[in-house]
């Protein structure tokens, strides 16, 4: 497997750490595959583009400004497969008036990757979250976070 298959990956993390940001949903499809399945730190196993796209929305739609950072990260590649581990500092700002809070959560993802015809997707993402530091209210909606 050649460096630019590791490039490629890599590309594809930062890619997905700007598309969370910038809010970008309809581009969640540039990094997984239509047939992902995931685990998010949740416990709970979803499967499907669509279902991804809400796990993003329902907590950064609601937030403001937010910032995902990913580091350490280590691919294994093995022909048209790959599984890549990649540390993950996210802070969120809260929104309106809670725009004085924030939220910094710290973990893993272990991406499995295939090579589609449209380059490197993500098919299977699982998520440990070590660490929390602040208020998980930034991440619900207004009258959740009164409730």
């Not at 969640?28 to 499967?47: H, I, L, P």
């Not at 991804?52 to 609601?62: K, S």
Request: charged share 30%; aromatic share 10%.
């Amino acid at each position: 497997m050649s460096d630019c298959d590791r490039w490629a990956i890599m590309d594809q993390l930062g890619r997905f750490a700007r598309m969370l940001d910038g809010r970008r949903w309809e581009s969640v499809g540039e990094v997984f595959a239509d047939e992902v399945t995931f685990n998010y730190g949740d416990g709970r196993e979803q499967d499907g583009i669509d279902a991804m796209r809400d796990q993003f929305r329902q907590f950064l739609d609601v937030c403001g400004p937010s910032q995902h950072l990913l580091g350490s990260v280590m691919i294994e590649l093995d022909g048209d497969s790959a599984v890549s581990r990649a540390y993950v500092q996210a802070r969120h700002q809260g929104a309106g008036a809670r725009s004085h809070l924030y939220l910094d959560t710290n973990g893993e993802y272990v991406d499995r990757w295939e090579r589609k015809p449209q380059g490197w997707r993500i098919v299977r993402r699982d998520c440990s979250w070590a660490m929390h530091k602040g208020d998980f209210s930034v991440l619900l909606a207004p009258e959740e976070a009164t409730a």
